[in-house]
């Protein structure tokens, strides 16, 4: 075997095993500690492995994707309570750094903006999957919680919160 294709190979079995080892591990310790932000930390670690497959790897397409399926099978065998949305969010960052990245490996502009999409997923999917479990009564429950502590200092607004708090909640991400 050539020595870069053995280093390659050394490199995406280690990238890999910590990759799983910390979505498996470290998310499903966040998952049962129900911790906040999960998300932004799983999906930062991601974008750090996967841009690291895409840099040792001269055509990182193949890679990223086998690392992706690698990832999400040894997180459902590890912990099979792991919530739907987890597998969609690796999903999406494994296809979205294999199609940017098969693009151009070496280009600083491709790693942000494939940190940016892949971090924006992470909370946007929070978003929607609230949208649709909790529909718009979720919205009006946010604004009527908040009008009432309002209310109680005796503040009368007639403010959107459940769009203020969506606003600094994707701000944060």
Same mark, same amino acid.
């Given at each position: 075997?050539h020595?870069?294709?053995?280093k %390659?190979?050394e490199?995406?079995?280690?990238l890999?095993a *910590?990759?799983?080892?910390? /979505? ?5 310790? +966040?998952?049962? *500690? %129900?911790l ?5 930390? *799983?999906g930062?670690?991601?974008v ?5 497959i895409?840099?040792? %790897?001269?055509?990182?397409?193949q ?6 399926l @690698?990832v999400m ?7 099979? +309570?792991?919530?739907?949305?987890a ?8 296809l ?10 070496r280009?600083?502009?491709i790693?942000?903006?494939f940190?940016?999409?892949? &971090? +924006? /997923? ?5 978003l929607?999957?609230?949208t @649709? @479990? ?12 908040f009008e009432? &502590?309002l209310?109680? *200092? ?10 203020t708090?969506?606003?600094f909640?994707l701000?944060?991400?």
């Open positions: 075997m020595t870069n294709t053995r %390659h190979n490199t995406f079995i280690a890999t *910590l990759w799983a080892f910390v /979505e498996s591990g470290l998310g499903g310790l +966040m998952h049962a *500690l %129900h906040p932000f999960t998300g932004i930390f *799983l930062g670690f991601s750090i492995i996967i841009s690291l895409a840099r040792y %790897h001269p055509k990182p397409y890679p990223i994707i086998k690392a992706t @690698i099978a040894v997180k459902a065998s590890v912990n099979p +309570m792991t919530p739907p949305t597998y969609i969010a690796v999903g999406f960052q494994g979205i750094g294999a199609l940017l990245y098969s693009i151009n490996n280009h600083a502009a790693s942000m903006l940190a940016i999409l892949a &971090i +924006m /997923e992470s909370a946007f999917q929070k929607l999957v609230l @649709i @479990i909790f529909g718009t009564a979720w919205y009006k429950a946010i604004d009527k919680f009432s &502590i209310k109680s *200092l005796s503040v009368n607004s007639d403010a959107s919160y459940a769009f708090i969506v606003v909640y701000i944060i991400y």
